[in-house]
């Protein structure tokens, strides 16, 4: 009669083991399964379309564009400028810096600009 004792101790046993392999197995980290997810997701979405490489060059003169657009843009907002004379002091700028030979698509053309424009209010 201590056999059936046994047996019943056992499956207890194997039933409390499985339940705490259970448990721990369900408190491992979701990122383990949800990287499962997303790897299986990530081959089902076709790729993403990527720009034509001449969208991706720089183009000097559109970048001229806006730094001058930058520039009436703070003349405005920080100088109180109307628009038009910040125009007009924009174009003095670009005849000054024609004459000192300063590139306009290089990186130092509108650097000196506002205190150029600045020191010229001043006079």
Known sequence: MKRPNVVMAVIILLVVVLLILGVVVSSRPAAASTHRARSRLSTCHAPRPTLPNMARRPDPERIHHAQRAGLLSRLEAQAHLSPEKAEEWVSRWEA???????NRHSGLFWEPAWEWIAEQRRR
Not at 96 to 102: D, I, K, Q, S, Y
């Open 96 to 102: 000054e810096a024609a004459e000192r030979g300063l």
